[in-house]
């Protein structure tokens, strides 16, 4: 089975994991509204309306790349990763080579501008990967020793140690906290296939929410009450490249599972760009305050410009040839009734296009998402709840692409 790493979807699981650790709270006017992306590298703040762009320039010596993830509960404080130039390249293969890219973790003011590193206190590797904020003074950090990838909980300066997974068991991430803090949801690429799993917040007390060998079911998070795990499944022996998905929910014990699309129709393996700038990760489906589902729906025999190799070995965790003139289709924003099944399309566009992660601020009726035509960089786009009023945000920074939007808390 192709093991699907954590690496590459860090940014996509640092946004999703922060969605349980913040209360948002009202705010008078969707200008005030502001949102996260990335974009060459960098983190960017923009006002829902397009203004007010704003590159947070860190200026530290050796960060290369700089990520945002959870947020403290106090909505102001933001945990961020940088990354040194990564160790793997040419003749370097990724998987011996990458998790030796030394990592920083970070603690971010937004209203005092002050960057304070983290978990330096009896640090073990020089790869640490932020994947939950358990509360506002336990993280936990994903550490491979030995290249045995295991979830360490620890206070916010590195102190007081505690396994989370165990060594051996496979790779655990996906992270996601309940919204009353007290079970862990997550995923553990394991010798018997990729399973979903809930624990207490110290690890223990497990329950296996889903598990088969011919399927990989990926990605949990909770429902807004609590109630509901939603993750994907995808059937990988059919899909070496995992770019399609259906959508699941099930109850936290592991019962009521229930398959609420069909025919793999979950856009899963987002790939984008060209041979000079390409980009891609996991593309997650979202809950709304509704406890409905947002997902990118394939439009009938959709293909990618990005053709997966699966005869040949990956070397950099991307293993794809540009073949430009076999894609075509796209996807839509859709909105999913769990209770119901019914589909509401929220998006749509003549030709067709790539619509994809698309998140709804909780505190106004505003979606966000990201669309790019074939051979493009992503651009930034809001849309209302109800699929109206589409508005241009952002191609990012000279143009380069923008992504993995996440709505900030707001006074």
Known sequence: MHRREF???????LGVAATGCTSLRKSAGSQSQRLFFTSAGKT?????????????????????????GPFLSDGKRVIFLSMEARRDGPGRPFDQFYTLTPTHLWLYDLDRKSLTEIATRNREEAFYTPQALVSDTRILVQVPRSKLGQVLSMNLDGSDVRPFTRPGEGLPYGFSVSPDHQRIAF?????????????NAEGGDRKLIAAHPD??????????????????????????GHE??????????????????EGQSQWFAATYGNPEHRGGGSNMPMWTKERHILFSRRLPGSRVAWEY????????HFNRDWKPELARGGTEICKLNPRTREITRLTHSEPSLWDFRAAECSSCKLIVFCRCAVGESPALWTINSDGS???????????TGADHPRWLPVA
Request: proline share 7%; glycine share 8%.
């Open 244 to 261: 399609a998905s259906d959508i699941c929910i099930a109850r936290p014990d592991g019962t009521e599972l229930r398959v609420l699309t």
């Open 44 to 68: 960017c703040l923009i006002h829902a309306d397009g203004s007010g762009l704003e590159t947070l320039e860190f200026n530290l010596p050796d960060q290369v790349t700089w990520q945002p």
């Open 215 to 240: 399927h990989l079911y990926f990605g949990p998070s909770w429902s807004p009450d609590g109630e509901w795990l939603m993750f994907q499944d995808c059937l990988f022996k059919n899909d070496p």
């Open 7 to 13: 690496i590459t979807d860090l940014v996509s699981f």
């Open 309 to 316: 190799q699966a005869n040949r070995p990956d070397t950099d």
């Open 389 to 399: 009023g589409e508005r241009l945000l952002s191609h990012g920074l000279d143009k």
């Open 187 to 199: 995923h553990i690429a394991s010798p018997q296939g990729y399973q979903i799993w809930t624990s």
